[in-house]
DNA sequence: CAACTATTTTGAAGCGATCAAAAGTAGGCT
DNA sequence: AGCCTACTTTTGATCGCTTCAAAATAGTTG
């Protein structure tokens, strides 16, 4: 069996099952988050280009941004980088982020059911969503091959 | 006694502790952060504004960028809106973000020690801070006052 | 296949933050 | 006290990422 990843057929059914219209772009943006995760929405532009030549840069933020509305993916936003997408949704894992080049990496929440993630006091708000994220050096980061 | 916050004096010695010359900007903002924490440079120029008359925006930068490498202020960076800026940077404590109005309030690790942010498998990443987001909807955007 | 509406495209603007160089000033030293 | 030097501030511009807006295009339903 070849479906580690979800292949086109089943990517055209989730954007459907969205409730959006299935377009050259929507696809394209989808099948370039499967191969590659967190990534920018320019890297996604340049993967893009190549799937589906002549899309605007302008396409891929809306798709992107149908499909966070949509829960299909997910956004992720670095302090002081670009914002990052990844198709990965249904598990709530948290992020590894270099400082110093960006890389993010995925992490499972050690203790499974999260359990700072449900603080004393929550000051009347009413929480949707807890967000982890460790800032840290990547190990190529740490160890750049000494020349 | 009236020192529930540091007074003027104090501020002086943080800066001057810091390695850093001790200048009006550099109080302004700090006195600045003082009565209103979690506020973005924008706002913290105007309340910089009324102190210290004639100081520029990029002064405030700065200045805030001086104060979080000198570990002074602590920045944070909700996704999607403006940096803020906080001076609270001896405990290690986390936030609460309104998704609605962007409000963020302090909130205690419930557990102190923060069980979650040791993650099993760290991926060669030496982790320097872990960071706690909570994103809600605020107490005054959930009941606006009915009309 | 026609019509309606969602989506893409194009071009531009907005925002927050940052860069760079010149003017100014705090703090140490004599 | 006054000078000197390095650190800060200021000024003005720029940059990167994202979003806005209107017209053109294309997907979907009946």
């Not at 993967?47 to 899309?55: F, M, S, W, Y």
């Amino acid at each position: 069996m070849t479906d580690t990843l979800p292949i086109d057929a089943d990517l055209e059914k989730s954007i459907r099952a969205a409730g959006l219209r299935v377009t050259a772009p929507r696809l394209a943006v989808l099948t370039a988050l499967q191969s590659h995760p967190h990534t920018s929405a320019d890297t996604i532009y340049a993967d893009v280009e190549a799937r589906a030549p002549g899309t605007a840069l302008q396409s891929v933020y809306n798709a992107l941004s149908d499909f966070v509305d949509a829960g299909l993916v997910r956004r992720i936003q670095p302090a002081g980088q670009p914002m990052r997408f990844e198709a990965r949704v249904a598990d709530n894992h948290h992020h590894l982020v270099c400082t110093s080049c960006g890389h993010v990496e995925d992490v499972d929440c050690v203790t499974g059911e999260a359990p700072c993630l449900h603080p004393a006091d929550s000051r009347g708000f009413a929480i949707a969503e807890a967000e982890v994220t460790f800032w840290g050096m990547c190990a190529s980061c740490r160890n750049p091959a000494v020349s």
